[in-house]
């Protein structure tokens, strides 16, 4: 049968940039850690998220939906089109239409457009926004990956007004969603505090034991002070 590879340093190196079997043992360790715990916080964040959905009311005109489906759709022809193929040839392929997938998604088109609206309202409650800056720099660095990952014409068919208005609706939401997420993720924990409270905590003085020493004197001088003057009497 076949022998496993010997972990070693020549295996490290063949393996990635590793300088030796240590340094890929280390990394590989830190990798895996740092991918649990992000697991752990998206599932811990998912169950919050999902609690707070089951306990509100939505009221939201159908239309709504059959925008997440239209979205939905809109996503598939853009990431189909990357590897050259069109939506009327990937339905065929499924031996489907598009109105049966399109009842196939809805349920779950549903259930997250409702997490969305409950997102979004705590967003709002709590004030969280993304800049004009922050948009822009991340649209600039998406139309920059399109055009370093494909040749000039494919790139120019690629970023339609129709693409790049999405892709900044995407950015917005995705942000919006992941800041969201960390704000309630902070409260639910206790760990969050307003930056009205942060500002105070900055404000006040950091005292010392040597700060409190003068006073100590001082306290020792006055009870010193007394006693002699009780000697006296």
């Known amino acids: 049968g076949r022998s496993l590879p010997e972990m070693d340093d020549e295996f490290a190196k063949t393996a990635g940039d590793y300088e030796d079997f240590a340094e890929m043992k280390a990394k590989t360790k830190e990798s895996l850690v740092e991918q649990f715990k992000t697991e752990a916080e998206n599932s811990y964040n998912d169950k919050i998220v999902d609690m707070i959905v089951e306990g509100a009311k939505f009221k939201?005109?159908?239309?709504?939906?059959?925008?997440?489906?239209?979205?939905?759709?809109?996503?598939?022809?853009?990431?189909?089109?990357?590897?050259?193929?069109?939506?009327?040839?990937?339905?065929?392929?499924?031996?489907?239409?598009?109105?049966?997938?399109?009842?196939?998604?809805?349920?779950?088109?549903?259930?997250?457009?409702?997490?969305?609206?409950?997102?979004?309202?705590?967003?709002?409650?709590?004030?969280?926004?993304?800049?004009?800056?922050?948009?822009?720099?991340?649209?600039?660095?998406?139309?920059?990956?399109?055009?370093?990952?494909?040749?000039?014409?494919?790139?120019?068919?690629?970023?339609?007004?129709?693409?790049?208005?999405g892709m900044v609706s995407r950015i917005i939401s995705d942000e919006m969603t992941k800041r969201t997420l960390e704000r309630i993720s902070l409260i639910a924990k206790g760990e969050y505090v307003p930056e009205e409270e942060e500002e105070v905590l900055d404000e006040v003085p950091e005292i010392t034991e040597s700060d409190l020493e003068p006073e100590a004197e001082e306290e020792s001088k006055e009870a010193e002070d007394t006693n002699e003057d009780e000697s006296e009497e």
């Open 60 to 165: 939201y005109p159908p239309q709504m939906i059959e925008a997440e489906v239209d979205n939905y759709f809109r996503n598939l022809e853009n990431q189909l089109r990357q590897y050259g193929m069109e939506l009327e040839g990937y339905l065929t392929s499924q031996g489907k239409t598009r109105e049966e997938i399109a009842e196939e998604i809805k349920p779950g088109a549903e259930e997250q457009l409702k997490r969305q609206l409950v997102l979004m309202e705590l967003a709002n409650k709590e004030e969280i926004t993304i800049s004009d800056e922050e948009i822009e720099q991340r649209s600039a660095e998406f139309i920059e990956s399109v055009n370093q990952s494909f040749p000039p014409e494919q790139a120019k068919e690629f970023l339609t007004e129709e693409t790049i208005r």
